[in-house]
């Protein structure tokens, strides 16, 4: 059962293009009742838990680094007591790069926060101002040196593959962002996602994509980069020094269960989807009606199960073991995956087989999306 909890904090600072919640901080709902309604949320969760302790907590959202930490302690106290924390159980709370955020920091990492993950997408004013962002590259330099000083472990996010972007300003703002010194690393190529204000200017000519293959270039160089730096990629777009990568994310990763909190949040228990209601005012009012913030509970089938593995799983520096997804979901190796389609990519080398084990190479990785697509066997997802 699940070693992993996700708290989600809806709420943003301010009215920005990220967020899905109109009023942001609603003036009318209290601390107060944040905390009953949380910690209700989070002792339903509890009565379903294996027996496990923790090993990883994971505040994430709108804003959560301006959660008042007293609530954060709060929280953080009612899950150890109710699961048990590991005895190096990791801690995260997300961040944007603002000085009302980093002000927090000190009393957050005195809580019982031991790891942040930063915001930061750009170094450069142009490109946050592109974003979306509200924070500038000042604001920026100045946060990561507070969570340095504050939290045992920093990471933060950049986001390249920019319109225009060439190597030349790639390697100069990712050589600023390794010069940090911080264990790890988020590294996303920006994605035009349908029904969003880029796929808007796209459709507008307000600018151009990067296209497929310069984007593969900056993907190549990046990997190039961190792995020489220490920080070698052990997911798609995650890069972390060996000892510092993500436990939290690697419980999404690995397909183990966690359970999730707050509004809006999922969670995976026992071959169960969760999900709260996504509404703060629905969320407490559910809390209010029945102790608990679910809108849904969807029984997971075999093969869902198996192909969401799969999919997971090979984005993955080391990739999936057929044999313990067989063991685990029930399904012969030949029913997970094609393996004619494998053969053909390994030959190509954008696929590579260690005993049972399956790795998307550092070739395969920029065409993942279409090499999942082959991969998983087609029977597995008509199932």
Same mark, same amino acid.
């Given at each position: 059962?699940?070693?992993?909890?996700?708290?989600?904090?809806?709420?943003?600072?301010?009215?920005?293009?990220?967020?899905?919640?109109?009023?942001?901080?609603?003036?009318?709902?209290?601390?107060?009742?944040?905390?009953?309604?949380?910690?209700?949320?989070? /002792?339903?969760?509890?009565?379903?838990?294996?027996?496990?302790?923790?090993?990883?907590?994971?505040?994430?959202?709108?804003?959560?680094?301006?959660?008042?930490?007293?609530?954060?302690?709060?929280?953080?106290?009612?899950?150890?007591? =109710?699961?048990?924390?590991?005895?190096?159980?990791?801690?995260?709370?997300?961040?944007?790069?603002?000085?009302?955020?980093?002000?927090?920091?000190?009393?957050?990492?005195?809580?019982?926060?031991?790891?942040?993950?930063?915001?930061?997408?750009?170094?450069?004013?142009?490109?946050?101002?592109?974003?979306?962002?509200?924070?500038?590259?000042?604001?920026?330099?100045?946060? %990561?040196?507070?969570?340095?000083?504050?939290?045992?472990?920093?990471?933060?996010? =950049?986001?390249?593959?920019?319109?225009?972007?060439?190597?030349?300003?790639?390697? @100069?703002?990712?050589?600023?962002?390794?010069?940090?010194?911080?264990?790890?690393?988020?590294?996303?190529?920006?994605?035009?996602?349908?029904?969003?204000?880029?796929?808007?200017?796209?459709?507008?000519?307000?600018?151009?994509? =990067?296209?497929?293959?310069?984007?593969?270039?900056?993907?190549?160089?990046?990997?190039?980069?961190?792995?020489?730096?220490?920080?070698?990629?052990?997911? %798609?777009?995650?890069?972390?020094?060996?000892?510092?990568?993500?436990?939290?994310?690697?419980?999404?990763?690995?397909?183990?269960?966690?359970?999730?909190?707050?509004?809006?949040?999922?969670?995976?228990?026992?071959?169960?989807?969760?999900?709260?209601?996504?509404?703060?005012?629905?969320?407490?009012?559910? %809390?209010?009606?029945?102790?608990?913030?679910?809108?849904?509970?969807?029984?997971?089938?075999?093969?869902?199960?198996?192909?969401? @593995?799969?999919?997971?799983?090979?984005?993955?520096?080391?990739?999936?073991?057929?044999?313990?997804?067989?063991?685990?979901?029930?399904?012969?190796?030949?029913?997970?995956?094609?393996?004619?389609?494998?053969?053909?990519?390994?030959?190509?080398?954008?696929?590579?087989?260690?005993?049972? /084990?399956?790795?998307?190479?550092? @070739?395969?990785?920029?065409?993942?999306?279409?090499?999942?697509?082959?991969?998983?066997?087609?029977?597995?997802?008509?199932?």
């Amino acid at each position: 059962m699940a070693k992993a909890l996700y708290i989600h904090w809806p709420f943003c600072l301010a009215k920005c293009p990220y967020c899905d919640f109109n009023s942001h901080v609603r003036q009318t709902i209290v601390a107060s009742q944040w905390e009953t309604a949380l910690l209700a949320d989070l /002792r339903h969760e509890a009565q379903h838990a294996g027996g496990e302790k923790l090993e990883s907590i994971f505040f994430g959202g709108g804003t959560p680094s301006l959660m008042p930490p007293a609530l954060v302690a709060r929280l953080l106290d009612e899950a150890e007591r =109710l699961w048990g924390f590991a005895p190096d159980i990791e801690i995260t709370l997300e961040a944007n790069p603002s000085s009302v955020e980093t002000g927090n920091f000190a009393a957050l990492a005195a809580a019982g926060v031991n790891r942040v993950s930063l915001g930061v997408q750009s170094f450069e004013d142009d490109a946050l101002r592109f974003l979306g962002r509200l924070h500038d590259a000042g604001e920026t330099v100045s946060a %990561i040196g507070v969570a340095q000083r504050h939290f045992a472990r920093v990471s933060f996010d =950049l986001i390249y593959a920019r319109p225009g972007q060439d190597e030349a300003t790639w390697r @100069a703002e990712l050589e600023r962002g390794l010069a940090f010194g911080t264990g790890h690393l988020s590294l996303y190529q920006l994605t035009i996602e349908a029904a969003t204000r880029f796929a808007t200017d796209v459709r507008r000519g307000v600018f151009t994509p =990067l296209d497929d293959e310069r984007a593969a270039d900056l993907f190549a160089l990046t990997r190039d980069m961190t792995a020489a730096a220490g920080l070698p990629a052990y997911e %798609i777009s995650n890069h972390a020094r060996p000892g510092e990568e993500s436990r939290h994310n690697l419980t999404y990763w690995r397909y183990r269960d966690y359970a999730g909190i707050g509004p809006g949040a999922h969670g995976r228990r026992g071959g169960l989807a969760t999900q709260r209601h996504r509404k703060p005012e629905n969320y407490l009012a559910a %809390i209010s009606d029945s102790g608990h913030g679910i809108v849904e509970e969807r029984v997971l089938d075999r093969a869902e199960q198996a192909t969401e @593995a799969l999919l997971m799983g090979l984005r993955l520096g080391d990739g999936v073991d057929c044999a313990e997804l067989s063991a685990r979901f029930g399904f012969a190796r030949d029913e997970l995956i094609d393996e004619g389609k494998l053969a053909l990519h390994r030959d190509l080398g954008l696929v590579a087989t260690q005993g049972s /084990r399956i790795v998307v190479t550092d @070739a395969g990785m920029p065409l993942l999306d279409a090499l999942l697509a082959d991969l998983v066997a087609g029977e597995l997802v008509a199932a």
